[in-house]
Every structure is written in C-alpha cells, then in structure tokens.
C-alpha cells in the first residue's frame, strides 16, 4: 500500500483528502518537484529544494517547511513505502479558499503533498542498454514563465500529446524565431564536431536540474567543449548527436526527429562520456 504525506501526516493514498476549493486544483497555483532516489540515496537533492524555494517566492506562496523537514518527510517515504528504486513527488499549493477568486487569498494554509513511485533501474553508460528515443518538433505555444515549475502543465501535456500521438517518445519545441526552448518534459542538448551545446536559461525554459548537474559536470570533470547558447532548428537537425536529460531520464540519446534519423541514426560517443559522467557524480548534488 503506498503511504504518502499530506499537511503532516502519513497515510494511505487511498485515504488522502485534498479540498474541491484547494486552488492548486482549481487554478494550477502551486509549485512541484520530482527527486529520484536509488536504494535510499536521492539524486540532486538539494539544487531541487532550491529551485522549489524560487517558486515559491516567484509565486508569492508562503512555506514554513524548511530543507531539513523536506530530507525528513523524503526518508520517511522511501522508508514508508519499502526503499528500492523510488520517485519523491513534492507538491506545494496555495491551499484552500471559501471562494473561488483570481486574486491570491489571505490567511489560508498552503497544502503540503508527498508521495513515492516506483521507478527503473538509473541509467547506465552503455549504449547497448540505452533507452534511445524518438522525437517531434513544433512550435512553442505555452505561456512565458516556464522557468517556473508550476503544477499547472496542461501546455506541456498538449506538447507531449502531439509527439504521443505521432507514436514518438516527446517534442522538441522552437520559439518564433526558429529557436530551439525545451521538449515537453525535459532540456534538450545537441553535439557538433564534438562540441556540447545547450540553449541559455530564460523565461522560455525550465531550468532543469539534470541540465544544471551535467552543466557542471562536464565543466569540472571532462574536456568536452560545452556552451549555453542560442540553438536553432537548423542545428538541431544537423547535429551529430541529440540529448534530453530530466531527473527520470538523466542523459537520454535522440536518434529520430520527425521521422529522420540523428547523425548515424546510433547512440554517439559523446553520449556514452557524458552518462558515465553522471554515473559517477549523480549523489554529489
């Protein structure tokens, strides 16, 4: 049975209750994390609980839980429901009003959720193992302030949606100068004559923390050229090798986009060095 958090207390999920008038489901106003944890260790922890923390303040929604009481209520999950291969789902809404009004409300106790997930084996450096993926590409039509990881994602599942329906794994997704964002789900990352390339932290794009991690990775522990830069499609189209990375995925190859293959069509050499890079450093964030 899968025993999760809700406003302090541990209990079956079947058993949870969360008001009609909780605003994060009327109005998508509340913040949310994923953190991967394998056999009791969490990836990424704390950049996570930091970027949980910018919106929050991004939304104005006031928390008393601090880092410590977040690592507590993770631990007692993973232990709750049987250690292993878990994902923590950390969920923060503005909570329950007596009406429904645009404006944020007084005095009202944000509600605080958590559960785990069962979740795969983490990824290995190995191409004959890798999960290798297929993507779409469209036009980025979701609102401005995806740097914030807000609940309310229905542009993001109607993204996902459309490379779903095509039979492929996500979307790649361009603004209206042809430039590459994000996928649906994840950061995207192209390689070109060796060079790593990645488009710069906007509004236009979350800021990942498996980017953030393999960023810093690959600056402090590799020779491989890497760059935030603008990336358009023509580039993305012509590369050697394309990634996405998210905390479930970690470095994922690309080897479709609309029906054309990547490169050679095979998972590339800078692919195989970078997942060993993040094998090696995952638990150090």
Known sequence: MTIVYLNGAYLPMAEAR??????????????????????GKLVGFRPHLQRMQQ???ALELKLT????????????????????????????SRGADTRRNHAYPENVSPTRYAFAFDIGPAPEPDKARARCFKVSTADD???????????????????????????????????????????????VFIVKDGCVATPPLDNQKLPGITRLMLLDMLRKHSDIPVAERIVTLQEVRN?????LTSSSKEVAPVVCIDDH??????????WLAAQ??????????
């Open 141 to 187: 039509l979701r609102w401005r302030r995806c740097n914030i990881k807000s609940t309310a994602l229905l542009g993001n599942v109607m993204h996902y949606q459309q490379g779903h329906s095509r039979g492929h794994d996500e979307t790649l997704l361009f603004n209206d100068a042809g430039e590459l964002t994000e996928a649906a789900a994840c950061n």
């Open 261 to 270: 293959p990547v490169g050679d069509g095979q998972v590339g050499d800078v």
């Open 18 to 39: 969360i008001s009609p008038m909780d605003r994060g489901f009327l109005f998508g106003d509340g913040i949310y994390e994923v953190v991967p944890s394998y056999h």
């Open 65 to 92: 839980l601090d880092d410590s009481e977040w690592r507590d209520i993770a631990n007692e999950l993973m232990e709750r429901n049987g250690g292993g291969n878990l994902g923590l789902y950390f969920h923060v």
């Open 239 to 243: 590369a050697d090798e394309v990634w």
């Open 55 to 57: 919106g929050l303040d």
């Open 276 to 285: 060993t890079l993040f094998t090696e450093h995952r638990y150090d964030y």
